[in-house]
């Protein structure tokens, strides 16, 4: 793997896309720190401590901006919230159907309107935050220098830019970078917070030597867990196809044998960061509103029986939901009989498309609730140890930070073959 690493960067090309993506992630945290104008910094790092537990899982996948109150405290949550609106609309509203099978231009419009109602949901979740800190539950003074109307306005513009910064950069990324960017930015959110949980979980208890072989055993069990979640990411279940012999002027063509690749996790880490959305949205209605029994609701979402519950009926959800759009089983059927070919056994046409139905639901089921287990599983554990590394090391952060590792490395293997190097899997 290392040599992969070196063969990339001998690539010029290549070695810029790797550059600029560090380098705008290199922004995306240092943009984390950078106060919103008129906050207290120490006066609000000392009431964020007291926060719920919804408060600090926002917190993680925002990278501590929003600890921070930085201008990147809204994080990527309101992109990938009005990304699930517009993915449930394809199937809801007509015409959104159709823009998404209308090829680029299609493509075009939703991601414009993704874009707008991305700013709708920052600017309402802006005001939430700047009321929620401001109440007695917290009550933090901000800055009385100028007008209070005016710092209201000034706190709410700086969150919704900073939402807007970060899609931009996101943006930036998946088109002259490696990789999807919204998923690294979520990645490098949550490895910014490893170090931190992992002196919280050593100096956890009074004595320092169990707290430091805690944390050697949870770091020794996620290391065990990593190869079995990465088999299971590319894991496949193969449908073989076979082309019938025909004359093409002077030329046999067919007759060779294929397969169809369905990976058994192939909506990959899509479903759990939907999840964790859907999940932690009722926090964002808290922070909105301020009410104590959609508090109350919040913190049972959170954690605990329903939180688990929720969390792997959504997984699950989310895997059948998103693997249905990206693969069409009617096309590909019709494909493979404009090519002249067939899966043994079964007829071509309305059989085929059945098969290959019947088969995503059978591959897609223990998929999803391999990693639902997966995302579950560390979250129980520390609900009743309180270990903040099992928090950040969960299995929601280790699955999103497991499947973007090996969606780049996919993405830069291709690059590296298209120059005749081996890459990353061989």
């Given at each position: 793997?290392?040599?992969?690493?070196?063969?990339?960067?001998?690539?010029p090309?290549l070695r810029?896309?790797?550059l600029f993506?560090?380098?705008?992630?290199?922004?995306?945290r240092?943009?984390?720190?950078?106060?919103v104008?008129?906050?207290?910094f120490?006066?609000?790092a000392?009431?964020?401590?007291?926060?719920g537990?919804?408060?600090t899982?926002l917190?993680?996948?925002?990278?501590?901006?929003?600890?921070?109150?930085?201008?990147?405290?809204?994080?990527?949550?309101p992109y990938?919230?009005?990304?699930?609106?517009?993915?449930l609309?394809?199937?809801?509203?007509?015409?959104?159907?159709r823009w998404?099978?209308?090829?680029?231009t299609g493509?075009?419009?939703?991601?414009?309107?993704?874009?707008?109602?991305t700013?709708g949901?920052g600017l309402?979740n802006?005001?939430?935050?700047?009321?929620?800190f401001?109440?007695p539950?917290?009550?933090?003074?901000?800055?009385t220098?100028?007008?209070?109307?005016?710092t209201n306005?000034?706190?709410?513009f700086?969150l919704?830019a900073?939402?807007?910064?970060?899609?931009?950069?996101?943006e930036?990324?998946?088109q002259?970078?490696?990789?999807?960017g919204?998923?690294?930015?979520?990645?490098?959110?949550?490895?910014?917070?490893?170090?931190?949980?992992?002196?919280?979980?050593?100096?956890?208890?009074?004595?320092?030597?169990?707290?430091i072989?805690?944390?050697?055993?949870?770091?020794?069990?996620?290391?065990?867990?990593?190869p079995l979640?990465?088999?299971?990411e590319?894991a496949?279940?193969?449908?073989p196809v076979?082309?019938?012999?025909?004359?093409?002027?002077?030329?046999?063509?067919?007759?060779?044998?294929?397969?169809?690749?369905?990976?058994?996790?192939?909506?990959?880490?899509?479903?759990?960061i939907?999840?964790?959305?859907?999940?932690?949205f009722?926090?964002?209605?808290a922070?909105?509103?301020?009410?104590?029994?959609?508090?109350?609701?919040?913190?049972?979402?959170?954690t605990?029986w329903?939180?688990?519950?929720?969390t792997?009926?959504?997984?699950v959800?989310?895997?059948?939901?998103y693997?249905?759009?990206?693969?069409n089983?009617?096309?590909?059927?019709d494909?493979?009989?404009?090519?002249?070919?067939?899966?043994?056994?079964?007829?071509?046409g309305?059989a085929?498309?059945?098969y290959?139905?019947?088969?995503?639901?059978?591959?897609?089921?223990?998929?999803?609730?391999?990693?639902?287990?997966?995302?579950?599983?560390p979250?129980?554990i520390?609900?009743?140890?309180?270990?903040?590394?099992?928090?950040?090391?969960?299995g929601?952060?280790i699955?999103?930070?497991?499947?973007v590792?090996?969606?780049t490395?996919?993405k830069?293997e291709?690059?590296l073959?298209?120059?005749?190097?081996?890459?990353?899997?061989?």
């Amino acid at each position: 793997m290392l040599s992969s690493i070196i063969d990339a960067f001998k690539v010029p090309e290549l070695r810029k896309k790797i550059l600029f993506t560090l380098a705008i992630l290199a922004l995306y945290r240092f943009g984390a720190y950078v106060p919103v104008p008129g906050i207290p910094f120490h006066e609000f790092a000392t009431a964020f401590q007291d926060t719920g537990v919804a408060m600090t899982m926002l917190d993680l996948f925002t990278g501590g901006a929003l600890s921070n109150f930085s201008v990147f405290s809204l994080g990527i949550m309101p992109y990938i919230t009005a990304s699930i609106i517009m993915q449930l609309m394809q199937g809801v509203i007509p015409a959104v159907g159709r823009w998404a099978r209308e090829g680029d231009t299609g493509r075009r419009k939703i991601t414009q309107v993704t874009r707008y109602l991305t700013l709708g949901l920052g600017l309402i979740n802006a005001v939430g935050y700047l009321l929620l800190f401001k109440s007695p539950a917290y009550g933090v003074q901000f800055s009385t220098e100028v007008p209070e109307a005016l710092t209201n306005i000034i706190i709410v513009f700086t969150l919704v830019a900073g939402t807007a910064f970060i899609m931009w950069m996101g943006e930036l990324i998946t088109q002259r970078g490696i990789g999807n960017g919204m998923s690294l930015i979520i990645f490098v959110s949550i490895v910014s917070r490893v170090p931190s949980a992992i002196f919280s979980s050593a100096t956890l208890t009074s004595d320092l030597g169990t707290g430091i072989a805690l944390t050697i055993v949870i770091l020794a069990v996620v290391l065990v867990c990593i190869p079995l979640i990465i088999f299971v990411e590319r894991a496949q279940r193969r449908i073989p196809v076979n082309y019938a012999k025909r004359v093409q002027g002077r030329k046999m063509m067919g007759g060779q044998s294929t397969y169809i690749p369905l990976k058994v996790n192939a909506a990959g880490v899509i479903p759990i960061i939907f999840a964790s959305c859907i999940i932690y949205f009722p926090a964002q209605l808290a922070a909105i509103f301020n009410v104590d029994w959609l508090t109350t609701f919040a913190n049972w979402c959170s954690t605990g029986w329903l939180n688990w519950l929720l969390t792997v009926a959504l997984i699950v959800f989310f895997a059948y939901f998103y693997t249905s759009m990206v693969f069409n089983p009617e096309e590909t059927a019709d494909n493979i009989r404009k090519q002249g070919g067939f899966i043994p056994g079964v007829r071509p046409g309305t059989a085929t498309v059945q098969y290959i139905k019947n088969v995503i639901n059978r591959v897609t089921l223990p998929g999803g609730i391999f990693i639902a287990l997966i995302a579950v599983v560390p979250t129980i554990i520390f609900y009743f140890t309180n270990n903040q590394l099992i928090q950040a090391f969960g299995g929601t952060s280790i699955l999103i930070m497991i499947g973007v590792a090996l969606d780049t490395m996919s993405k830069v293997e291709s690059q590296l073959k298209m120059y005749n190097y081996e890459g990353f899997f061989k």
